[in-house]
């Protein structure tokens, strides 16, 4: 049985929309979930109004990983904006590194080799599944299983060594530049990558046994945390939350870029959109990623250039445009909006993050009458980035 | 200021009218002081070396660094076995790892919630941007010397430094404190001025007190 | 593409059609008519994801650009509407009631142009920034450099070396 609030002792709504709240009156108790804050994902936090246990009014802040990106990226040629657009996300930094080159290119008039681009599909799925197993880490630390989070670290730690044969570096790879990737795969990559994916599964074996099947889990998040489908065009929800609503939203199928038109997948859809339901469509999307990199190194051609001929990136001028890219990534939509006006300098880059609907408006509305002991598992559930929100 | 930090008069839920001037109510207003050893020095040293065996971390991602202490907690790098463990309170921690470039919104948070930490406390800037900007050297909204604001043991460089070098680190951070050179809390009550100065020189919304611990 | 374009150019005076890749287009919208071509697309013709809500300043026209993109999921086309607005008096009316999130972008667009949308829910209220008493950081006559050598110290011994300047020098030594 979900948590059912006592609506009697609701404030009641000014004329202009805003809550009625005294908190002098001793009714209402303002509480902050954040920054600093264990069970808070990333560096953001909540404002929390409580009545009782029970939120009323809730109010995200971001801003705590400001870089300014848009505004430094103005003040860069089109290569050196390459090395620093990975650090917009932490977690998943590969599909800037994407998004941006194939703008670039798109705008730049350059073809993207055959090889460079199965390349790429492989290195976005790779950082599909490090974000969804820091994802199932976190959900079900939320909850107090800490030993799932010490699991799937383990496990990212493989692949982040499989990471780091291919490109050279951990976490900032670096590795998709605009016109290409920087370099084809190692050798004996295929079998090394094949053993760390064996490892993987039959730890999710245990994760599904341990996480899935446990009760106090399920108790936790069944019914709890809500997305109405109704909710999902108004508030731009996509990926994995719209996926466990019922709406087949993916752009690998609505829009297929790189080479997923010749790969072999569905897209992974949930009925209840709740929590457990988007721990559950997140869990069968990475194993559908595991299936994708076992097709991608089958199929992949091992000949040919892996990166286009740039012009002299010293004098690189890109006509005047603008485009806007789009992928998949682990959250959902992620696109970069590039608007170039002839110079050597692009004229406005825009990140859309996920996060940014996720966690500002969605996590505002969605938040109210919840318990304050599920507001970590629910922000959780979400798989918000902070550092996408405000770059 | 904000307006909950006003002085004003409130009535509370049984009727009863107060006044309440949160700066001074909830907060204390005493500086820092410098505290020496007390002891013998051996006595001391003792101290140290228990103090370089117990090294308690803030957990306060402040930037990308934070992701690379996840695996340090899991059993292949194991920070627990060097006596290094993470807490959720200031409170509860001695070692304030900066992790990663600090927005001026975050560096707010990170001195209310290093002046929250107990002395002796240490800290520990992570990656190139605590040491002089870094990526962001030319962004408007990030700070480029950490050691402006805190007092910082030790710098470990890198962007992002790998789990073994925050691991070396620690090793250095810990032969610095058996050296009884980990003196941080007194320097920051020594230069209490000089760092105010410098934090409110960026921080153009100050609404806390001085020293809130 | 082009019969969505046909269909409303019948109601409203758009500008030229751009397309940019077969699944993208660009029209520009006169800034009064944005609101009545936004519930068109979203009702009757399908486009009913905003994808993004985001400006572009043109200093040298002296005017900002506003790009509502929208994505119709059926049809796996996308659609961005410019609406250029004067600079000297950047006020734009809210979309909030159509989406919602939007109120989030306006936020933002607020502080980081300064462009005001009317009506819009917490528009005055701090976003990302706190205490920015600048002009708004975005901007393009916003130098990030100057203000952050003004702002921050560096380390006295720090040597900057524009990257680009010094590629050119390791290449060409000679110059040319």
């Keep these: 049985m979900a948590y059912q609030p006592d609506r009697s002792q609701y404030p009641q709504r000014r004329v202009d929309g805003r809550l009625d709240i005294d908190l002098a009156s001793g009714k209402y108790l303002k509480l902050w979930h954040g920054p600093q804050h264990p069970g808070i994902t990333g560096n953001m936090s909540v404002e929390l109004t409580l009545c009782g246990d029970e939120i009323v009014d809730a109010k995200t802040h971001v801003g705590y990983l400001h870089r300014g990106f848009e505004k430094l990226m103005e003040r860069r040629t089109f290569i050196q904006c390459f090395p620093i657009v990975c650090r917009v996300c932490v977690p998943e930094p590969d599909f800037n590194e994407y998004c941006y080159a194939a703008a670039v290119e798109e705008l730049a008039g350059i073809e993207c080799p055959e090889r460079a681009r199965w390349i790429r599909t492989l290195i976005l799925e790779m950082g599909r599944i490090n974000s969804y197993l820091m994802y199932l880490g976190g959900q079900s630390g939320a909850f107090g299983m800490g030993v799932i989070g010490q699991w799937t670290t383990y496990i990212r730690d493989l692949m982040l060594d499989r990471f780091e044969e291919l490109t050279g570096a951990r976490i900032y790879h670096m590795f998709i530049l605009p016109g290409g990737v920087r370099d084809g795969l190692p050798e004996g990559f295929e079998q090394r990558m094949e053993e760390t994916l064996r490892e993987l599964e039959s730890t999710m074996k245990d994760v599904r046994d341990v996480l899935f099947h446990n009760a106090v889990f399920k108790k936790r998040s069944v019914g709890v945390g809500v997305i109405d489908p109704a909710w999902l065009e108004p508030y731009g929800v996509t990926g994995p939350n719209a996926r466990a609503a019922g709406v087949a939203k993916d752009v690998?199928?609505?829009?297929?870029?790189?080479?997923?038109?010749?790969?072999?997948?569905?897209?992974?859809?949930?009925?209840?959109?709740?929590?457990?339901?988007?721990?559950?469509?997140r869990y069968r999307d990475l194993l559908q990623s595991v299936d994708l990199i076992r097709q991608i190194l089958a199929r992949m051609p091992h000949e040919g250039p892996v990166m286009a001929k740039l012009p002299n990136v010293l004098h690189w001028k890109i006509p005047q445009g603008e485009t806007y890219i789009r992928g998949e990534c682990s959250r959902g939509e992620y696109g970069y909006y590039v608007v170039t006006d002839g110079s050597g300098y692009p004229r406005r880059i825009n990140v859309r993050g996920p996060s940014y609907t996720h966690a500002v408006a969605l996590l505002e509305h969605m938040i109210i009458n919840q318990n304050i002991s599920d507001v970590a598992g629910l922000m959780v559930s979400l798989h918000t980035y902070p550092p996408e929100v405000e770059r | 200021?904000?307006?909950?930090?006003?002085?004003?008069?409130?009535?509370?839920?049984?009727?009863?009218?107060?006044?309440?001037?949160?700066?001074?109510?909830?907060?204390?207003?005493?500086?820092?002081?410098?505290?020496?050893?007390?002891?013998?020095?051996?006595?001391?040293?003792?101290?140290?070396?228990?103090?370089?065996?117990?090294?308690?971390?803030?957990?306060?991602?402040?930037?990308?660094?934070?992701?690379?202490?996840?695996?340090?907690?899991?059993?292949?790098?194991?920070?627990?076995?060097?006596?290094?463990?993470?807490?959720?309170?200031?409170?509860?921690?001695?070692?304030?790892?900066?992790?990663?470039?600090?927005?001026?919104?975050?560096?707010?948070?990170?001195?209310?919630?290093?002046?929250?930490?107990?002395?002796?406390?240490?800290?520990?800037?992570?990656?190139?941007?605590t040491?002089?900007?870094?990526?962001?050297?030319?962004?408007?909204?990030?700070?480029?010397?950490?050691?402006?604001?805190?007092?910082?043991?030790?710098?470990?460089?890198?962007?992002?430094?790998?789990?073994?070098?925050?691991?070396?680190?620690?090793?250095?951070?810990?032969?610095?404190?058996?050296?009884?050179?980990?003196?941080?809390?007194?320097?920051?009550?020594?230069?209490?001025?000089?760092?105010?100065?410098?934090?409110k020189k960026v921080i153009q919304d100050w609404d806390m007190p001085d020293y809130n611990w | 593409m082009r019969?969505?374009?046909?269909?409303?150019?019948?109601?409203?005076?758009?500008?030229?059609?751009?397309?940019?890749?077969?699944?993208?287009?660009?029209?520009?919208?006169?800034?009064?008519?944005?609101?009545?071509?936004?519930?068109?697309?979203?009702?009757?013709?399908?486009?009913?994801?905003?994808?993004?809500?985001?400006?572009?300043?043109?200093?040298?026209?002296?005017?900002?650009?506003?790009?509502?993109?929208?994505?119709?999921?059926?049809?796996?086309?996308?659609?961005?509407?410019?609406?250029?607005?004067?600079?000297?008096?950047?006020?734009?009316?809210?979309?909030?009631?159509?989406?919602?999130?939007?109120?989030?972008?306006?936020?933002?667009?607020?502080?980081?142009?300064?462009?005001?949308?009317?009506?819009?829910?917490?528009?005055?209220?701090?976003?990302?920034?706190?205490?920015?008493?600048?002009?708004?950081?975005?901007?393009?006559?916003?130098?990030?450099?100057?203000?952050?050598?003004?702002?921050?110290?560096?380390?006295?011994?720090?040597?900057?070396?524009?990257?680009?300047?010094?590629?050119?020098?390791?290449?060409?030594?000679?110059?040319?």
């Design chain 1, 252 to 281: 690998r199928i609505d829009q297929p870029y790189l080479v997923y038109p010749e790969l072999s997948y569905e897209a992974i859809v949930g009925k209840d959109s709740d929590i457990y339901t988007r721990a559950d469509v």
């Design chain 2, 1 to 129: 200021m904000k307006k909950e930090l006003e002085k004003r008069t409130v009535t509370g839920p049984d009727g009863q009218v107060f006044e309440v001037d949160p700066l001074k109510d909830y907060f204390c207003e005493a500086t820092p002081t410098v505290q020496t050893g007390e002891y013998l020095q051996i006595v001391e040293d003792l101290f140290n070396w228990a103090r370089s065996n117990s090294i308690w971390v803030l957990g306060f991602g402040t930037g990308c660094g934070a992701i690379e202490m996840r695996p340090l907690m899991t059993p292949r790098f194991d920070a627990y076995r060097y006596g290094v463990q993470w807490r959720a309170t200031p409170r509860q921690s001695n070692l304030f790892i900066v992790s990663g470039y600090l927005s001026v919104k975050t560096l707010k948070r990170v001195v209310r919630a290093y002046e929250q930490m107990q002395s002796p406390k240490y800290v520990m800037g992570l990656g190139s941007c």
């Design chain 2, 131 to 199: 040491i002089n900007g870094g990526m962001y050297w030319d962004s408007y909204n990030t700070i480029k010397q950490l050691d402006d604001y805190l007092p910082v043991d030790l710098y470990v460089t890198g962007c992002m430094p790998r789990p073994e070098a925050l691991l070396s680190g620690i090793e250095a951070l810990k032969k610095i404190i058996r050296e009884g050179r980990g003196e941080g809390a007194n320097i920051y009550a020594e230069r209490f001025e000089w760092y105010k100065a410098n934090q």
């Design chain 3, 3 to 176: 019969d969505i374009y046909e269909r409303l150019l019948k109601t409203f005076s758009l500008g030229e059609l751009i397309e940019q890749r077969p699944d993208l287009a660009f029209i520009t919208v006169p800034q009064a008519q944005l609101q009545d071509v936004l519930i068109r697309l979203r009702d009757r013709e399908g486009f009913t994801h905003l994808v993004l809500l985001t400006a572009v300043d043109w200093i040298e026209d002296n005017q900002f650009q506003l790009t509502y993109l929208l994505s119709n999921r059926e049809a796996a086309v996308d659609l961005g509407l410019r609406v250029m607005i004067p600079r000297d008096e950047p006020v734009m009316s809210s979309i909030h009631i159509i989406w919602p999130t939007a109120a989030t972008y306006q936020r933002e667009l607020k502080e980081m142009f300064g462009i005001d949308f009317l009506d819009s829910p917490g528009i005055d209220e701090p976003f990302i920034l706190e205490g920015w008493s600048d002009i708004p950081p975005y901007r393009r006559d916003f130098d990030t450099k100057k203000y952050a050598e003004e702002t921050y110290s560096n380390r006295p011994w720090r040597e900057t070396l524009d990257p680009q300047e010094h590629m050119k020098k390791q290449l060409y030594p000679d110059g040319t």
